[in-house]
């Protein structure tokens, strides 16, 4: 599929087959997201691949709409190492990207999935920190269920001229 | 071209010839980013598209490393409204995942680009608020250099298997 639909059909999946996800489909997401920019190209990001079903079960309780957690087959816990930044407070940024690049992945994969955020939110934060027994210099940034969606997406452009302005907004 | 190789293509562009880019590709890059995933689906960024040569110009001085906005001929600068946040806090993934398809969008239209990071820096925010003419409530991110590359990018794969633990990090 090319790129600008797998953009426009990108949406947030949250009921899945029972169909598991290939280890090669979870190689070529990883991959997708460490391709992404990051500032000084620190890379800070790093990676909680989750299919035990028990904690698959617990993810379900980091987030008020976590879930699908329940019901996915895969779970991937994005984090940002803070020892890892080069520039510092650009995390975010870079992992974010990271993240995006997985979901178009995930869409060219013909797999689904919804992205969870979980910082800045503290009580989120700690909870899957404990959960997954991360390093204090990782954040937990975002748990993205993936699986194969239950129903088909079409394309869609969400273009709003609202929200450009030419050379100046005011 | 396919939505994998268009990710693993997408290379920080700074040089840039000096064909101008098309109203239609601006449209496609503006589109792309307006489909990325938002927090409560709160849509809150915003663009200003910049093709006044003497406000490149300027904003060449924004950043240490924002030497190619002088020569290239068309900046989008990506600022979240915080106004339009559904929930607080979030906004800088919300804008940071618009900009990645923005770049991947860029590719796809045989461009190039570069991501220049503001957002957290004081200074810089600062400066593009006033550069620009932006209300209070809107917070510039990043201010991305576009054009046509002077060079021909190879696709990369930087997956790296230290990134990645399954099921917990410890």
């Not at 816990?77 to 997985?102: M, R, T």
């Not at 800045?120 to 940034?141: D, N, W």
């Not at 997406?153 to 030419?166: F, G, K, L, T, W």
Request: glycine fraction near 6%; charge should be negative.
């Amino acid at each position: 599929m090319d790129a600008l639909t797998v953009i426009r059909t990108r949406r947030s999946v949250r009921a899945y087959t029972d169909e598991p996800v290939s280890e090669e489909h979870i190689r070529t997401m990883l991959g997708a997201a460490m391709t992404a920019p990051s500032a000084g190209n620190g890379q800070p990001w790093r990676f909680v691949v989750v299919d035990d079903p028990a904690l698959l079960e617990k993810a379900a309780t980091l987030h008020p709409y976590a879930g699908p957690a329940k019901k996915a087959p895969l779970g991937i816990l994005v984090c940002g190492d803070l020892n890892a930044e080069k520039f510092p407070g650009f995390w975010v940024q870079d992992c974010s990207a990271a993240i995006q690049n997985l979901l178009l992945a995930a869409v060219a994969c013909d797999l689904g999935a919804v992205w969870l955020g979980l910082y800045p939110l503290e009580e989120r934060v700690t909870a899957a920190q404990k959960l997954f027994g991360l390093p204090e210099s990782f954040i937990p940034l975002a748990f993205v269920c993936v699986g194969h969606p239950r129903a088909e997406q079409q394309p869609q452009d969400r273009y709003d001229e609202s929200n450009v302005r030419r050379n100046r907004w005011a």
